[in-house]
């Protein structure tokens, strides 16, 4: 009886009757802290996250693009050592493969908040591998993340 759009929503809420078995209802405050623990898909409301750590580039529900993680560093992006040394075959492959996902050309037909994040994403991608590819900028990202930690 609640499956479908109310359903969802009743999940993405938190908010459930009291008679259906194993939930129970959560007031506002706890819905509201919920949703702003844990990222929420800004198109369908669902969770796209799994365990932590996990590369979320999609919605698994709606397959909507999700928005740029801003903690992200370039080598958790680039699946990389975070070290000087760096395979750059890996490095290209990687590449490619984030390209592959989320260029702005496979967006052309998606809604402007996808196209937004496409663009963002792109970019963000271009910039990780400049970056790691060359040895010195690679050196300098990597000193300016050390300092960041401390």
């Not at 194993?22 to 796209?48: E, I």
């Not at 370039?74 to 699946?79: A, G, I, K, V």
């Not at 395979?87 to 196209?115: A, G, I």
Request: glycine share 8%; net charge positive.
């Amino acid at each position: 009886m609640w499956g479908g759009r109310a359903g969802a929503l009743l999940r993405v809420w938190g908010l459930w009757p009291s008679w259906v078995p194993g939930r129970r209802p959560l007031s506002c405050n706890a819905a509201s802290q919920a949703r702003s623990n844990s990222p929420r898909c800004w198109k369908c409301g669902g969770s796209p996250g799994g365990p932590m750590g996990e590369d979320v580039l999609f919605c698994p529900q709606c397959r909507a693009l999700q928005p740029p993680d801003p903690t992200r560093d370039y080598f958790s992006l680039m699946d990389c050592n975070r070290s000087f040394r760096v395979d750059t075959t890996k490095l290209q492959h990687r590449y490619q493969q984030l390209q592959r996902l989320v260029h702005p050309d496979f967006f052309s037909r998606r809604s402007q908040t996808e196209k937004d994040f496409s663009e963002k994403h792109s970019t963000l991608v271009n910039d990780a591998y400049k970056t790691l590819l060359a040895p010195l900028s690679r050196g300098l990202y990597l000193v300016s993340q050390t300092e960041r930690m401390y």
